[in-house]
């Protein structure tokens, strides 16, 4: 099990990213699939998750309503649309799923 992040990036506040995640060694479609972050000094925190048919997302209160998480299972990849983006958005993102996490993509938001 594998996965690769990337699409992280420095960007001002009120502005968008896409994070991708590639995964490989598994089954994809079969598997759900989640978002997490850690901010400096802070712990990893749950952001988005995403069932395996793409059929019912959550999300965390802090992210409701600016991120949203969507899935190409025939891509094997997961992305997490990040809208109106805040500084405390800043941290390091991670896919997980199967127990397994990725290196995570850095997102900063700063002016």
């Known amino acids: 099990v594998q996965f690769v992040e990337s699409g992280g990036g420095l960007v001002q506040p009120g502005g968008s990213l896409r994070l991708s995640c590639a995964a490989s060694g598994f089954t994809f479609s079969a598997v759900d699939m989640s978002w997490f972050r850690r901010a400096p000094g802070k712990e990893r925190e749950w952001v988005a998750r995403?069932?395996?048919?793409?059929?019912?997302?959550n999300y965390a209160d802090s992210v409701k309503g600016r991120f949203t998480i969507s899935r190409d299972n025939a891509k094997n990849t997961v992305y997490l649309q990040m809208n109106n983006l805040k500084p405390e958005d800043t941290a390091v993102y991670y896919c997980?799923?199967?127990?397994?996490w990725g290196r995570g993509t850095q997102v900063t938001v700063s002016s």
């Open positions: 995403i069932t395996s048919t793409g059929g019912s997302k």
């Open positions: 997980y799923a199967l127990t397994t």
